[in-house]
């Protein structure tokens, strides 16, 4: 597995384990407490940045050589791939959101709604990145 | 669409068994990018389809085969 994909595999996971936190304890608590979740988002924020720095940096020490050496065309090709699903993904999501957000709901749902969909739309990107990784292409 | 094939296994084993990593430092390309190219499932950009005929001493045409698919 190269440097680039153990790259993406840390963010994917990171993100989605992280996040997945986050949200659950705003469903069960944030709702109730009526407020915008900003020390709990800022906590996993900062949690989020803190793992997946150690663990770029372990898989750095692990293969050194590929982790200096610059992003090359095909994972620039990848990237362009995955971005541009993500980004497609995004847009629908953020469409959906604008159109409950008509509904007047609470600012907890408008504010995390939106958080949600940016974080769906990096799963998709990272994920993306890995399957053409896998693939070759 | 058509499909890419290339000689790049054989020119290396034919260039004193040059590894991949090798080929790829001297092409400024990754290791995975050159395996990926090897076994067709990625195509190289001009420019790094150049520099790999290039590092064999080889024309273009001698490297890479374009046939057209059904």
Not at chain 1, 77 to 102: E, H, K, N, P
Not at chain 2, 21 to 45: C, D, F, W
Not at chain 2, 47 to 68: D, K
Request: contains cysteine; proline residues 3%; glycine residues 8%.
């Amino acid at each position: 597995m190269s440097y680039r994909e153990k790259s993406a595999w840390i963010s994917l996971l990171s993100i989605s384990g992280i996040y997945a936190f986050y949200f659950w304890s705003v469903l069960h608590s944030g709702a109730r407490a009526g407020g915008v979740h900003v020390s709990g988002l800022l906590e996993t924020i900062i949690a989020l940045a803190v793992v997946q720095t150690v663990l770029t940096i372990g898989v750095a020490i692990s293969a050194p050589r590929e982790a200096k050496a610059p992003r090359d065309e095909r994972d620039r090709l990848i990237d362009l791939r995955a971005t541009r699903f993500a980004y497609a993904a995004l847009a629908g999501s953020v469409a959906c959101a604008c159109f409950f957000g008509a509904f007047n709901p609470p600012i907890i749902f408008s504010t995390n709604a939106l958080l949600f969909v940016l974080v769906i739309a990096e799963i998709l990107r990272t994920g993306c990145q890995i399957v053409q990784y896998r693939r070759g292409a | 669409m058509g499909t890419i094939s290339n000689e790049i296994r054989r020119l290396r084993f034919e260039h004193g068994e040059m590894t991949q990593q090798e080929l790829a430092e001297k092409i400024h390309l990754t290791r995975q990018t050159v395996n990926a190219i090897e076994l067709g499932k990625y195509s190289p950009s001009l420019e790094a389809a150049f520099r790999i005929a290039a590092v064999f001493g080889e024309p273009l045409e001698s490297v890479f085969h374009y046939s057209e698919g059904r």
